[in-house]
């Protein structure tokens, strides 16, 4: 079974720009969660999606959005990027989004410049 | 405000010896508690977890210890060995302030086991 996959794997950005990452879960599950791990700040809860509807929402501002298909496949963009925006992020699919049943992808490395 | 602490940013032990990771956490609504291993270049993968109504939890070489009055975790590693070495994440999960249920990391300690 695939596990979970992200693309792309890096990413170099200037300020101002827009950037889109995807993220494809595992087969059959239904929901997908994005999280940014900064060194300051570990691992950050961005936004849950469960069958294409967003499920719940960490405290990040609206430049930060997602959506999912209806193949579960979801993407996350953040818009206007700013220089503290450079992290790992990591999605996590799971097949009801029960927490002890998440399994990470690799992550994308997003260097702001 | 940060509700999953993990207060020390490293811990360094010897191979064969025990390795005792701590988190702390302040939201009496967390139910559940998780942790996870990271690697470089990897994601975080899942290790071991402990419901609240549950002290004690054991997998092999891993035990997790809940002590919910004093809203303290820990994560044992006897024997520990070199292929510990990793970033250990304490999660939580339960409902948060916003009234919604998600799981909240601590921002991880970087276990070194040396040969």
């Known amino acids: 079974k695939a596990g979970v996959t992200q693309t792309p794997r890096y990413l170099i950005k200037t300020r101002g720009q827009q950037v889109t990452l995807s993220c494809s879960p595992i087969s059959g599950h239904r929901s997908v969660s994005w999280y940014q791990q900064t060194p300051g700040q570990g691992l950050q809860f961005l936004f849950e999606?469960?069958?294409?509807?967003?499920?719940n929402k960490g405290n990040f501002p609206g430049r930060f959005s997602g959506r999912q298909f209806s193949n579960s496949r979801s993407e996350m963009n953040v818009s206007t990027l700013e220089l503290g925006d450079s992290a790992l992020y990591l999605c996590?699919?799971?097949?009801?989004?029960?927490?002890?049943?998440?399994?990470f992808g690799p992550g994308t490395r997003l260097t702001v410049l | 405000d940060q509700q999953v602490k993990q207060n020390s940013p490293s811990l360094s032990v010897q191979e064969g010896r025990i390795s005792i990771l701590n988190c702390d956490y302040t939201n009496s609504m967390f139910d559940y508690f998780l942790w996870y291993k990271k690697y470089p270049a990897e994601g975080p993968t899942f290790l071991i977890s402990i419901s609240s109504i549950k002290d004690k939890n054991e997998d092999g070489r891993f035990t997790v210890f809940l002590n919910k009055s004093a809203k303290h975790l820990s994560l044992h590693i006897v024997p520990s060995q070199p292929g510990d070495s990793a970033v250990y994440f304490c999660a939580a999960s339960g409902l948060t302030q916003g009234g919604s249920e998600k799981l909240v990391f601590g921002k991880g300690t970087k276990l070194t086991v040396n040969p």
């Open positions: 996590a699919s799971s097949l009801t989004g029960t927490p002890n049943e998440q399994f």
């Open positions: 999606y469960f069958s294409e509807t967003q499920r």
